[in-house]
């Protein structure tokens, strides 16, 4: 089977959490780079990691990467790519791109130079002169940066943060691929007592549900690939049946979440039973204040709401001081919060043990910390 050059867009602050993850699903040739991780692989892996891939946004077949100063060094470059490999007499390739601090600035004659040079060389590739695309799309995305330009192809639809279960959410959602990443931190064990008394729309504890028991994050949807002509049903079939043996059934995690508004509850319920996971997650109305919890132990992961998401930055440290009060440092027991605001020690009353920095959407957050007894 052919290898190809794959990359995994993600968030800043994650590349490393990508990385050991695709190494722990048999990927070579892992390269952890600024918001990407690249490795090697053929259609098997690229399968895989669009069904296990916990923290990437998507999954990409890099084809190729050059240096482009004019349209015409564009265009030359774009035509010497293998595209008849993958894109099929009838099917759909659309460009989208971007160029930063390039002398190729406009997005739009980039995109038209790119698709002028995929047309010319399928022409060669197929005798045709003209292309219906009606067919599966092949989603083509571009990124010069400082004139160095790099061609891919992507392979994965909507974004891997899309799980399938989340239909709905509320106001202010944290995405998937962020929430995972925060039990990662967290360290969430097979056998862990978890709690999120800010739940929203469950997603931090049905990611967590899904990571304790092994549960591939993409087993429940499907990929543009899937309909490529160049990639059998055979291998998503044998990447699902190999991600379904791996679940972890025996796990015995407990999750319970916890929010005022009794609509994000219900709403977290229903994500859960679509996530498959609702039998371990106990939801509740309640508010912070009354956090007190009787269990020996206890792993608290949580997105509390900020000024810059629902409330004013009074209302938000005014909660940052009554979790303060309520998460007790204890043996048995870590707290992970994630917050925008600068003021947030100072609020909680207490110094992080650790800090770790990373992305909520475009809002630069830290992720706070707390497990030490004292």
């Known amino acids: 089977m052919s290898k190809f ?36 692989g053929g259609f098997e892996e690229i399968a895989r990691a669009n069904i296990t891939s916990r923290y990437s946004e998507r999954v990409q077949i890099l084809l190729g990467t050059f240096y482009a100063e004019s349209f015409d060094m564009l265009f030359e470059a774009v035509k010497k790519l293998p595209w008849e490999e993958f894109i099929g007499r009838s099917d759909t390739f659309p460009v989208k791109g971007r160029s930063l601090s390039s002398k190729l600035t406009s997005i739009p004659d980039c995109q038209k130079i790119i698709k002028k040079a995929v047309v010319e060389r399928l022409k060669q590739s197929y005798h045709m002169d003209w292309f219906p695309e009606e067919g599966p799309v092949h989603q083509i995305q571009f990124l010069i940066l400082k004139d160095k330009c790099s061609i891919m192809l992507d392979t994965s639809g909507e974004g891997l943060h899309k799980r399938g279960y989340r239909k709905k959410s509320t106001e202010a959602p944290i995405k998937e691929t962020l929430a995972a990443a925060m039990c990662n931190i967290a360290r969430v064990r097979t056998d862990a007592t978890f709690y999120d008394p800010f739940c929203g729309s469950g997603t931090i504890l049905i990611e967590a549900a899904m990571m304790a028991h092994n549960i591939a994050p993409g087993i429940r949807r499907h990929f543009a690939s899937e309909k490529w002509g160049v990639m059998s049903n055979q291998i998503w079939e044998q990447e699902r049946t190999r991600a379904r043996d791996l679940i972890n059934k025996e796990a015995e995690f407990q999750a319970y979440g916890f929010d005022l508004d009794p609509s994000a509850v219900e709403l977290a319920q229903s994500n859960a039973i679509k996530a498959g996971v609702s039998k371990k997650i106990h939801l509740s109305v309640a508010d912070v204040k009354d956090f007190a919890p009787d269990t020996q132990y206890g792993c608290v992961v949580t997105n509390p709401p900020y000024g810059e998401r629902l409330l004013d930055i009074k209302g938000a440290q005014a909660i940052y001081k009554t979790m303060g009060k309520v998460f007790e440092r204890k043996p048995g027991w870590s707290y992970t919060i994630i917050s925008p605001d600068e003021d947030f020690e100072r609020c909680f009353g207490k110094s992080a043990d650790k800090r770790r920095k990373l992305y909520n959407g475009m809002i630069r957050c830290q992720v706070y910390q707390y497990f030490k007894n004292k």
């Open 5 to 40: 050059e794959l990359v995994c867009p993600c968030m800043l602050g994650v590349e490393g959490l990508v990385a050991q993850e695709l190494r722990d699903n048999g990927m070579e040739n892992v390269r952890p780079e600024n918001g990407k991780v690249v490795f090697s």
